[in-house]
């Protein structure tokens, strides 16, 4: 196996000590993950420094499967059709994706904010989407749910809470969102998301549906065995990025006050996905934003989104107040107690 390698990018020539104490860092970060691929990108003040296996350079790096942190880009979409007032946070979803549509009351309150920040009262899944998936749980489980099942189920739905009122994690409710914005606007999420999120941030090695390997990564199952690339099936919105890391990096920084230039066309959704909108956990001490958990930390708030495939795992996160990001991932998925996301939060959180 070739050596992992440490690749530190600054725009001051020869790396000061504190890029070679990143640098461990990242190296001890990594020794606690298991896993045949494996990369994790910081950015400190835009200096840059790469922990990557194999003959792998930042440059031609694979893409690599987002899972459920494909949801801040499906956020950022949102804010962005927000601040130039093609959509209202406050527009029912009900009567954007089926105008007249006879719905349940509650399903009509439901708005896009609701969607966008898990408060919707409806559930992870449709009820009806496990007979459908368990045929093909270990391979392709959203594959035979296309759109148009998605949207049905919505329009049906009964939600469990009033829209508003609890916290409830939901993938269906982020694919609804796609869907809205995708019949809002005439446009299909895939190009929305293309025109107004990846174009303008320069995401050139970012896409929404898998490509060949070499130039997408290859998950693995816990005994190591190779994955099929994952079928998000209707639930694109919430699950279907695949990015470099390269571009995460971009993606992150992005978020980072005073990156972005007044006149950008995003400064305004990044202030409103960069804002604390949620509070719960023990004493409330954990917020969240539009699209991003958020923890305190010693040195300052931590925004931060996990994801994971049936392959592989990913870790996105950022801390305002010291300019730094950090995107991590790998291409295995071993179970709910793998290190790999603590790590990576620890990573971040305390120790950068």
């Not at 298991?34 to 440059?59: E, F, K, M, Q």
């Not at 406050?90 to 009567?95: Q, T």
């Not at 230039?261 to 954990?286: E, I, K, S």
Request: a positive charge.
């Amino acid at each position: 196996m070739t050596a992992p390698q440490e690749v530190r990018r600054t725009s001051a020539g020869r790396p000061s000590q504190s890029d070679g104490e990143r640098a461990r860092l990242l190296a001890d970060a990594a020794r606690t993950v298991d896993a045949p691929g494996l990369v994790i990108a910081l950015s400190h003040r835009s200096r840059r420094t790469y922990r990557l296996d194999g003959p792998v350079t930042p440059d031609d790096a694979p893409r690599y499967e987002l899972g459920s942190a494909s949801k801040p880009f499906t956020g950022l979409l949102l804010a962005a059709l927000v601040a130039a007032g093609r959509l209202r946070y406050e527009d029912s979803a009900a009567e954007l994706l089926a105008p007249g549509h006879p719905v349940h009351p509650s399903v009509h309150a439901i708005t896009l904010r609701h969607l966008i920040t898990h408060t919707s009262g409806l559930p992870s899944l449709p009820a009806d989407f496990y007979p459908q998936a368990l045929p093909r749980w270990t391979t392709a489980p959203y594959s035979r749910y296309p759109a148009d099942r998605v949207v049905r189920a919505f329009l049906r739905a009964r939600p469990r809470h009033r829209p508003g009122t609890r916290w409830h994690y939901s993938n269906f409710a982020v694919s609804v969102l796609g869907h809205t914005l995708a019949a809002a606007t005439g446009t299909p999420w895939e190009t929305l998301l293309q025109q107004e999120v990846l174009d303008p941030l320069r995401l050139h090695g970012t896409r929404l549906r898998p490509g060949p390997p070499p130039g997408d990564a290859v998950g693995h199952r816990r005994d190591g065995r190779p994955l099929p690339a994952l079928d998000t099936g209707g639930f694109h919105a919430a699950g279907a990025v695949r990015a470099t890391p390269t571009d995460l990096l971009t993606f992150l920084e992005a978020h980072l006050p005073g990156t972005a230039a007044p006149t950008h066309p995003l400064t305004a959704a990044f202030a409103d996905v960069r804002t604390p909108l949620l509070r719960r956990g023990l004493r409330h001490a954990h917020t969240h934003t539009l699209t991003w958990f958020r923890h305190p930390s010693p040195r300052g708030p931590v925004c931060f989104h996990a994801g994971a495939t049936l392959g592989q795992q990913m870790f996105l996160g950022f801390r305002p107040d010291t300019g730094t990001a950090l995107a991590a991932m790998c291409t295995r998925r071993v179970h709910r107690t793998d290190p790999f996301i603590a790590t990576m939060h620890e990573l971040l959180t305390e120790k950068l």
